[in-house]
C-alpha cells in the first residue's frame, strides 16, 4: 500500500480523497493554487503545496508543477480526481516515467478511451451496441451530407477527443449541416486541440443510463449496477441516482455483464463508467469515463462501499475481495453548483453562513464552511447532496427534506432547481428523459 498521496485537484472531491486516505492511514499532500489557499482539504492534509496562480491552466494542468510538488515531498502516488487532467493520457504517462504511481487506469487505456471515435470501434469490437453514425472521423461537409440523409434527420456532431458537454451540436436539416460540421471543427480545435469531428444518430429523448465498474490488475472485474443521469442542463447531470429506475434486470443485466466482459478483454483497471443512452428499450454506448464520476457516491451508497478506497487499492496492486454484491434500496444526489437556479450563471463570493443537512440516509459531499469564499476561477459545483431509501419515494422524500435543511447564505446556489425537479410529477413518475429541464413549467 502507498505512504503518501498526492492529491491533484481541488474542491468536494479533494476533500473526499483526502478522507478515504485518512481511513488507509496513508498521508496526504494538497496541491493548491493561489487562489486556493483556504479549501479545506488544503488545510487538513499533511503537506500542501502551492503550484501555481489562479488560473487552471497555471496550476492544476500545470503537469510539471504537479510532479515537482510529489517530487519534494516524497509521494508515492499520485490521484487525479475528476475534470483537469483526470483523463489526459499524457499526465498519466509522465507521471509513471517519474516514477510515482498514477490512480487510475494505464495511460494506453486513457488514451483509447479519450478518443471516442476509437472508443466507439473497441466497443463494437466487444459486442457493446453503438448507435448508427460515421464511426470514424468525417471529413468533409459532402461525406457528412451523404451519412446524415442515409440516417435520417436529426444527427449530432461531436468531437472525438470532447467531454464536459463541449464540442457536439445537433443538426435537424441539411441546410444547416456544413455550417455546422465547420462551427464544430472550430470549437474541437479551440477546446480539445484536435478538429477531429464524427456524426451520429441524435436521440431526440432518451434516458442517459450508466454502468459503473471496477477492475483489478489480476484479471477481475465488477458491474455496480446502473446510474440515471437523464436530468441535465447543457449536458450536464444535475440529478442523478441508483439504480436507474423503472429498468427491469432482465433488461440490465446483460449491458452489465458486457461492460465486465469488454473490461476483461480489454485488460481494463480502475475505475470506470460506461455510459449509454437508452430509448425504445434499447442501449447504445455513448462513451467510458476512465476516472471516478461526480456520481459515485448514489453507488456507494447501495452497494455499501467505498470506490475511492477500492480504486487507491486496485492501484497499489492489491486483489479486489468485493465478493458477490447486492445493492439495496435507492440513492439520489442532486448537485450544488454556485450558480443563479434560474440563469446558470456563476455566483461566485463568500459563503456567510453553511448548514449541512443531517439525519438517516443523508450524506453531504462539500468544501464549503461559513466564511469560506467560493473563488470564480473553476467549475460551480460546490458541494453534493446524497439520500438513500429502502425505495426510491423514500429516497426523494428524504431529499427533498434535505435540501429545506441545507443553508448556504452569501451565494445563489442550485437549490431551489434541485427542488423544483423533485417535485415534478414527471420525476416521481420516472418520466427521465435527457431534455426533462426543457419541458418544465416555469416557475411561478
Not at 415 to 426: E, G, H, S, T
Request: with cysteine.
Amino acid at each position: 500500500m502507498f505512504e503518501k498521496i498526492l492529491i491533484a485537484n481541488r474542491g468536494e472531491i479533494a476533500l473526499r480523497i483526502l478522507r478515504a486516505c485518512k481511513e488507509l492511514d496513508i498521508r496526504t499532500v494538497a496541491v493548491y493554487s493561489t487562489a486556493d489557499r483556504d479549501l479545506m482539504h488544503v488545510l487538513m492534509a499533511d503537506e500542501a503545496v502551492c503550484i501555481g496562480p489562479a488560473t487552471a491552466q497555471d496550476s492544476y494542468l500545470n503537469t510539471a508543477a504537479i510532479i515537482s510538488a510529489a517530487e519534494i515531498t516524497d509521494a508515492d502516488a499520485i490521484h487525479p480526481g475528476y475534470g483537469f487532467l483526470s483523463e489526459n493520457a499524457d499526465f498519466a504517462e509522465a507521471i509513471e516515467k517519474s516514477g510515482f504511481k498514477f490512480i487510475g487506469p494505464d495511460p494506453a487505456s486513457i488514451a483509447k478511451m479519450g478518443n471516442k471515435i476509437t472508443a466507439l470501434e473497441m466497443m463494437r469490437s466487444v459486442g457493446i451496441p453503438i448507435l448508427p453514425g460515421s464511426h470514424g472521423s468525417v471529413e468533409s461537409a459532402a461525406e457528412a451530407e451523404k451519412i446524415a440523409n442515409a440516417m435520417g434527420y436529426p444527427v449530432l456532431l461531436k468531437a472525438a477527443a470532447g467531454g464536459g458537454g463541449r464540442g457536439m451540436r445537433v443538426v435537424y436539416s441539411q441546410a444547416d449541416l456544413a455550417v455546422a460540421l465547420q462551427l464544430t471543427r472550430r470549437e474541437a480545435g479551440a477546446a480539445f486541440g484536435s478538429e477531429e469531428v464524427y456524426i451520429e444518430k441524435f436521440l431526440e429523448r432518451p434516458r442517459h443510463i450508466e454502468v459503473q465498474i471496477i477492475a483489478d490488475t489480476h484479471g477481475q472485474a465488477f458491474a455496480l449496477g446502473t446510474r440515471d443521469c437523464s436530468i441535465q442542463r447543457r449536458h450536464q447531470k444535475i440529478v442523478e441516482e441508483a439504480p436507474a429506475p423503472f429498468l427491469e434486470e432482465k433488461i440490465t443485466q446483460p449491458i452489465e455483464r458486457a461492460c465486465t466482459e469488454a473490461c476483461k478483454k480489454l485488460k481494463y483497471y480502475g475505475v470506470g463508467t460506461f455510459e449509454f443512452l437508452y430509448q425504445d428499450e434499447k442501449f447504445y454506448f455513448m462513451e467510458m469515463n476512465t476516472r471516478i464520476q461526480v456520481e459515485h457516491p448514489v453507488t456507494e451508497m447501495i452497494f455499501g462501499i467505498d470506490l475511492i478506497k477500492e480504486q487507491i487499492r486496485v492501484a497499489a496492486g492489491e486483489k479486489l475481495s468485493l465478493g458477490k454484491l447486492s445493492p439495496r434500496g435507492h440513492s439520489i444526489e442532486c448537485r450544488i453548483n454556485a450558480e443563479n437556479p434560474e440563469t446558470l450563471l456563476p455566483s461566485p463570493g463568500q459563503v456567510t453562513h453553511f448548514h449541512a443537512p443531517g439525519g438517516f440516509g443523508v450524506r453531504t459531499d462539500s468544501h464549503l464552511y461559513s466564511g469560506y469564499t467560493v473563488p470564480p476561477y473553476y467549475d460551480p459545483l460546490v458541494g453534493k447532496i446524497i439520500c438513500w431509501g429502502i425505495t426510491r419515494d423514500e429516497a426523494i422524500h428524504r431529499m427533498l427534506n434535505a435540501l429545506n435543511e441545507v443553508v448556504i447564505d452569501g451565494i445563489s446556489t442550485t437549490i431551489p432547481l434541485c427542488r423544483r425537479i423533485l417535485q415534478d410529477p414527471r420525476f416521481a413518475a420516472g418520466k427521465l428523459q435527457t431534455d426533462f429541464l426543457q419541458h418544465m413549467p416555469p416557475q411561478t
